[in-house]
C-alpha cells in the first residue's frame, strides 16, 4: 500500500503484473476471495486483515496547469487518489491467495489420507470378519472332538460300572474280626485334625493332608464295624453304584444331545438357508459353565464312578481275606497321610521362603519407586520456567501496535510451545499420581506379605508337631488281633 506524496507511476496507479500468479479476473475482489486460515490447534483466531487504516488528506485545489504543465488531466484525480489508500495492496493480494492455495493444498492432503484409510480399515474388517468366521468354526470343529472323547470315556465307564454292580449283587460275604489298636491309631488322627485348626487364616485351607486325616480317622472308624456292618456297606456301595450309573447316564444323554446341536451349527455357512437375524442373542448369555467346568463335570461323574467300582472290587476282595485287606488298607492310608504331611511341610517351607524372597524385592522396588517419585516432581517443576518464559513472550508480543500484531513464524512456534509443555505437564502430573498409586500398593503388598509369612511359620511348625506324633504304627500281628 502506497502513502500520500507517491508519484503517478505507483503500483497502484498502473498495470503491474506479478511473477508469482496472473491477473485476477475483473469480476472479483482481493478482499473477498481471501479465506481465513487457522493454525492447528490455535483456538479460535479471527482471518488476518490490516488494522491500520491510512488517513485521507485534503488537497487543496489546484489550477489544470499547475497540476499539469502540459494542459493534460491528471491520471488519476485526487480524490479517486485518496480513496485508494484504504484498500488492499498487491503484497495483501498475493499473500491471501497464497494462503488460500496452502489451505486448500492441506485440505486436499488430510481428504487423501482419510479415503486411503477408509479403504485400509475397510480391507482390515474384511480380513477380520472373515478371520473370525475361521476361528468360531475351528472352536466348533474342537468342541465336537472334546464331546466325542468324553461320550468314548462316558460309555466305556458306563459299561464298566455295570459289571462291577452286577458281580456286586451277586457277592455275599461273611466276614469275623477283632481290632484293639485302632483305637490309639485314630486319636493320634483326631488330634492331628484338632492341633491344624490351630492354622490361621488362608493357611486354614483343606489340604491333601486334611482329606487324608479325615479319611484315616473314617478308615479307623470302619475298621472297627467292618466285620458286622458289611453287608449293610455292600447295600450302601450299591445304591452309590447307582447313583454313579445315573450321572453317567445323564451326561452321556447330554453329550449325545449336544454332538448334535454343535454338527449342526458346524455345518452351516454363509449361504445356508436357515440362518437369519436374531437380535440381541449375543446379549442373552444362558450358559451355566465354562469349559474347564463342563470338563471337570464329566470327569467328576468319570472319577465317582471310578471310585464306587473301586470300593466295590474292594468289598469284593474284602469278603475272601478281611484282616488282610484291613491291615493294609490302614498302612497304606497312613504312609499317604504321611507323604502328605511331608508333601505339605515341604510346600509350606517353600512358600515361607518365596514370601521372604519377594518381601525383599518389594522393599527395594519401593525404594525406587520413591526415587521416581521424587525425579518426576522434580522434573514437573523444571517443566514451569520454559512455560512461563514461552507465555511471558506471547503476552509481551501482544501489545505489538498496529499491523505489527501479526501472526508470524515466532507466534506460531510460541503457540505450539505453550501447548506442548502444558500437555506435557500434565502428562507428568498424571505420571506422578500412577506413580503414588503404585507406591500405596507396593507398600499394602509388603504388609501383605509380611503377615503371610508369620501365618506360614505357624502352620509349618504345628504340621511338624503333627509329623512328631505319627513316628509309630502297630505292626501287622497286633492290627489282626494277636497281642
Known amino acids: 500500500m502506497e502513502f500520500l506524496g507517491t508519484t503517478q507511476v505507483a503500483s497502484y496507479c498502473g498495470t503491474q503484473k506479478s511473477c508469482l500468479f496472473p491477473d485476477p479476473a475483473p469480476t472479483s475482489t482481493t478482499k473477498d476471495s ?42 488519476v484525480l485526487s480524490t479517486l487518489r485518496s480513496a485508494l489508500h484504504t484498500r488492499y495492496s498487491t503484497r495483501d493480494w498475493h499473500r491471501a491467495n497464497m494462503v488460500q492455495l496452502k489451505g486448500s493444498e492441506a485440505s486436499r492432503y488430510w481428504a487423501g489420507r482419510l479415503n486411503t484409510d477408509c479403504s485400509r480399515m475397510m480391507q482390515d474388517k474384511d480380513q477380520l470378519t472373515h478371520q473370525m468366521q475361521e476361528d468360531s468354526s475351528r472352536n466348533l470343529r474342537e468342541r465336537i472332538s472334546n464331546i466325542d472323547f468324553w461320550r468314548t470315556e462316558l460309555t466305556y465307564e458306563l459299561e464298566c460300572l455295570l459289571k462291577e454292580t452286577h458281580a456286586l449283587e451277586a457277592a455275599k460275604k461273611r466276614l469275623e474280626c477283632a481290632i484293639g489298636e485302632i483305637q490309639g491309631l485314630m486319636k493320634t488322627a483326631v488330634e492331628c485334625l484338632y492341633n ?20 484315616e480317622v473314617d478308615i479307623y472308624k470302619d475298621c472297627q464295624e467292618i466285620l458286622a456292618k458289611l453287608a449293610q456297606r455292600i447295600s450302601h456301595q450299591l445304591g452309590i453304584n447307582r447313583d454313579a450309573q445315573h450321572a453317567l447316564e445323564q451326561d452321556l444323554s447330554d453329550k449325545n444331545s449336544a454332538h448334535v446341536i454343535d454338527v449342526k451349527c458346524f455345518n452351516l455357512r454363509n449361504t445356508s438357508d436357515s440362518i437369519n437375524f436374531y437380535c440381541g442373542v449375543e446379549k442373552a448369555d444362558g450358559t451355566v459353565s465354562v469349559p474347564a467346568t463342563w470338563a471337570k ?11 464306587a ?12 481275606v478281611a484282616l488282610e485287606s484291613t491291615s493294609e488298607e490302614l498302612w497304606n492310608q497312613f504312609v499317604s497321610t504321611n507323604l502328605a504331611f511331608n508333601k505339605r511341610i515341604a510346600e509350606v517351607a517353600d512358600v515361607k521362603n518365596k514370601l521372604q524372597t519377594q518381601l525383599a524385592k518389594v522393599l527395594q522396588e519401593i525404594f525406587q519407586t520413591e526415587d521416581t517419585i521424587k525425579l518426576l516432581e522434580r522434573s514437573i517443576m523444571a517443566k514451569e520456567y520454559p512455560l512461563k518464559v514461552a507465555q511471558t513472550r506471547l503476552q509481551g508480543r501482544a501489545r505489538r501496535p498496529n499491523i505489527e500484531l501479526c501472526r508470524d513464524a515466532p507466534q506460531f512456534q510460541l503457540v505450539t510451545e505453550v501447548y506442548t509443555i502444558d500437555d506435557t505437564i500434565q502428562t507428568l502430573k498424571k505420571l506422578l499420581q500412577e506413580t503414588h498409586d503404585t507406591l500405596q500398593m507396593l507398600l499394602h503388598n509388603k504388609s501383605k506379605l509380611e503377615h503371610d509369612i508369620s501365618v506360614k511359620a505357624n502352620s509349618f511348625f504345628i504340621d511338624k508337631k503333627c509329623m512328631d506324633m505319627r513316628k509309630t504304627f502297630p505292626c501287622t500281628p497286633r492290627l489282626i488281633g494277636y497281642t
Open 34 to 75: 481471501y479465506q481465513s486460515y487457522y493454525l492447528p490447534g490455535y483456538r479460535y483466531l479471527s482471518s488476518w486483515r490490516p488494522s491500520l487504516l491510512h488517513r485521507v488528506v485534503s488537497v487543496p485545489p489546484r489550477s489544470a496547469e499547475q497540476f499539469s504543465p502540459t494542459g493534460r488531466p491528471p491520471t
Open 196 to 215: 491344624r485348626e490351630k492354622r490361621k487364616e488362608v493357611d486354614l485351607v483343606h489340604d491333601d493332608v486334611e482329606k487324608n486325616l479325615i479319611k
Open 297 to 307: 463335570f464329566s470327569e467328576d461323574n468319570v472319577r465317582c464312578s471310578q471310585h
Open 309 to 320: 467300582r473301586a470300593s466295590s472290587v474292594k468289598l469284593r476282595e474284602d469278603t475272601e
